[in-house]
Nanobody, 114 residues
Framework: QVQLVESGGGLVQAGGSLRLSCAAS????????MGWYRQAPGKQRDLVAT???????NYADSVKGRFTISRDNAKNTVYLQMNSLKPEDTAVYYC????????WGPGTQVTVSS
């Protein structure tokens, strides 16, 4: 099993920045993809960004140029640097990992005030 724990969420004004972190533990050997998804109230969970163990990244169009995903394989941690935040970025952000199946963290709330 893989355990994921997010940190770094909170309340920020529009235009501000936050950095999310997600630490993986448990059976973490051969985790291939890690990333972030988000879910706003009443909406489906959507991709934000992913990164492979080799460093290949993928972003949702809505966050390109504002968010940066990175990964420290030695620490089994993935980060999401979020800049120029907008009220529409408000959501619960979930850490994701793929290793013989999908694994999810409990989520961290990000609220952007206008």
């Amino acid at each position: 099993q893989v355990q994921l724990v997010e940190s770094g969420g909170g309340l920020v004004q529009a235009g501000g920045s936050l950095r999310l972190s997600c630490a993986a533990s448990g059976t973490i050997f051969s985790i291939t993809v890690m990333g972030w998804y988000r879910q706003a109230p009443g909406k489906q969970r959507d991709l934000v960004a992913t990164i492979t163990s080799g460093g290949i990244t993928n972003y949702a169009d809505s966050v390109k140029g504002r968010f940066t995903i990175s990964r420290d394989n030695a620490k089994n941690t993935v980060y999401l640097q979020m800049n120029s935040l907008k009220p529409e970025d408000t959501a619960v952000y979930y850490c994701y990992a793929y290793r013989s199946g999908s694994w999810w963290g409990p989520g961290t709330q990000v609220t952007v005030s206008s």
